[in-house]
């Protein structure tokens, strides 16, 4: 296994355009965390998912925000309407239950 | 709600001297501790983590880190800095009793490394 993949490894976006991100865990691992990372700062939880249920979501995630993971597998993370404050690192994470989390190399969002 | 205070933002040694990064957690239950390190354009790589039983853990590299619930701190060591070591470093804390088992990080701590 190869850890856990992210892609694209860069987006740039104009302001109000749509984005989508794709995170592919560790086989078998049935949990799957997205964190945003902004300059400086350490990462924020923003959801996560058990399987394919999304079981929690951060008030950092607003309504443009949309996660899903349809097949308890890959997950995909959508950005409506982008706005300059989304310019962010986002970072996909995986594990087994309790386990340690994995982190993927993370997305790196620019919105112009 | 459980948070995380890194002390220092930047802490700059010297090759071969120690490394001490200083970490304070508040959490209304046991905490699940943690430390990250992060090299440029690299996603996190777990150092080491407290969980149950004993207080000084060791990690990956050289570090250990020891869980003081007196003073609700886990800093990290290592006693003889390398090149290698220059990164940003995370605390981070879950809550033991909870199934979400989500992180909150602190704010990092860039390591510089002098020759």
């Known amino acids: 296994d190869t850890g856990v993949s992210q892609d694209p490894r860069h987006k740039i976006t104009k302001r109000g355009q749509n984005v989508t991100f794709r995170c592919d865990p560790i086989s078998e691992h049935n949990r799957l965390y997205w964190y945003r990372q902004t300059l400086g700062q350490g990462p924020e939880f923003l959801t996560y998912f058990q399987n394919e249920a999304q079981l929690e979501k951060s008030r950092l995630l607003s309504d443009r925000f949309s996660a899903e993971r349809p097949k308890g597998s890959f997950s995909t993370l959508e950005i409506q309407r982008t706005e300059q404050g989304d310019s962010a690192m986002y970072l996909c994470?995986?594990?087994?239950?309790?386990?340690?989390?994995?982190f993927g190399p993370g997305t790196r969002l620019t919105v112009l | 709600a459980q948070s995380v205070t890194q002390l220092g933002s930047h802490v700059s040694v010297s090759e071969g001297a120690l490394v001490l990064l200083r970490c304070n957690y508040s959490s209304s239950v046991p905490p699940y501790l943690f430390w990250y390190v992060q090299y440029p354009n690299q996603g996190l790589q777990l150092l080491l983590k407290?969980?149950?039983?004993?207080?000084l853990v060791k990690g990956i590299n050289g570090f250990e880190a020891e869980f003081k619930k007196s003073e609700t701190s886990f800093h990290l060591t290592k006693p003889s800095a390398h090149m290698s070591d220059a990164a940003e470093y995370f605390c981070?804390?879950?809550?033991?009793?909870?199934?979400?088992?989500?992180?909150?990080f602190g704010a990092g701590t860039t390591v510089t490394v002098r020759a």
């Open positions: 981070a804390v879950s809550r033991s009793l909870s199934n979400d088992y989500k992180l909150s």
């Open positions: 407290y969980t149950t039983g004993a207080t």
């Open positions: 994470a995986s594990s087994l239950g309790r386990d340690e989390q994995f």
